[in-house]
């Protein structure tokens, strides 16, 4: 608790004087403060933005900066800014960190016609960035490219793109995503076909946790061919969507979990068949055993529809509990 002390009255002479000493004193605090703010900021955005944390090198492109790590292991921490640079990594562990999460911006900048991040390198973390405005030619432009190696996710974000994460074949990696956003993604306006929010290929395993997805404007949420998947604590909001279809669409079949997920359908829908789809392209993989429980879904409030929540094409033995299903919601066919 603060106290106050009653002090002797002095004259207004001195008063005076103190109360200028006062504010000029003050005056020459903030001036101080603006120089080194704005020596900070100079530094940041006019000098060498992207540092490499185990030793200290920084450098005015995200390129050479990658570069620069090679083919071993490093942590490029980014400063806050807005950035119309990509990258490509073909080699080596590298994490892409935000200095400050939620700070770090890459617009509309697609290295090799596909996206901000082209990865190709033994593996690569992703953390507290933002990817916008990533459209190529083909309609497959995207936050991130991953055609080889592991990758991590984390904090991000993911908008107003063509797609936010596009992946090749590599049935012994791993994708793990926690707690990110996935908004004003997707489109079908073009002849290579549909893109969506996150577009998994022949991956061994896919790992979506606590990550928000919104405002489709084409093709699925989540597409993904891996082999097994874990989908829990998710949110598919689909109010605000335009043209979209399956909230998860799993072609090849995979096993795993998708559990306690949320789901809302909206009433602009280029498919409203089903929620969930299971093997309804060339079968990969054998979906006996998918655990779907806990999860619930809905319509937009005052839609009158019928939809099935999970899909299948594959007959396999598919584990079902404990999943919250509207009026108007079938739990499972048969196709």
């Not at 990509?86 to 509309?108: I, K, M, P, S, W």
């Not at 992703?126 to 083909?138: E, Q, Y």
């Amino acid at each position: 608790m603060r106290q106050y002390l009653t002090a002797p009255t002095r004259p207004l002479s001195v008063r005076i004087a103190n109360a200028f000493d006062h504010a000029f004193f003050l005056a020459v605090l903030m001036l101080a403060a603006f120089l080194f703010t704005g020596t900070a900021a100079y530094a940041q955005s006019g000098g060498q933005p992207f540092t490499i944390k185990e030793n200290g090198r920084s450098y005015s492109t995200l390129q050479a900066a990658v570069d620069a790590i090679g083919d071993r292991r490093g942590t490029i921490e980014i400063a806050p800014g807005t950035y119309r640079q990509c990258a490509v990594q073909t080699a080596g562990v590298v994490v892409y960190a935000a200095r400050e999460a939620g700070t770090v911006t890459f617009d509309r900048r697609a290295c090799e016609g596909k996206a901000a991040l082209v990865l190709r390198g033994l593996g690569a973390e992703v953390r507290g960035l933002t990817f916008t405005n990533m459209a190529v030619g083909d309609g497959n432009g995207a936050g991130i490219r991953l055609e080889t190696g592991a990758l991590n996710v984390a904090y991000s974000r993911f908008l107003n793109s063509q797609q936010g994460i596009l992946t090749a074949d590599n049935p012994t990696g791993r994708i793990y995503i926690l707690r990110s956003t996935f908004s004003g993604l997707g489109t079908c306006e073009h002849s290579a076909g549909c893109a969506h929010s996150i577009y998994i290929g022949n991956y061994g395993e896919l790992t979506v946790r606590e990550s928000r997805f919104e405002k489709g404007r084409g093709g699925h949420y989540v597409k993904a061919r891996s082999a097994n998947v874990i989908l829990e604590d998710n949110s598919f909001d689909d109010a605000n969507g335009s043209g979209t279809n399956y909230m998860i669409d799993l072609p090849a079949g995979s096993t795993g979990s998708i559990a306690n997920n949320w789901f809302v359908q909206g009433r602009d829908k280029e498919n409203y068949s089903a929620f969930i789809a299971l093997g309804a392209e060339d079968l990969l993989h054998d979906p006996d055993g998918l655990v779907v429980k806990d999860n619930t879904a809905r319509f937009v409030p005052g839609l009158n529809r019928a939809s099935v929540f999970l899909a299948d094409w594959t007959n396999s033995r598919v584990v079902m509990s404990g999943n919250s299903l509207a009026r108007g919601l079938t739990k499972y066919e048969l196709r």
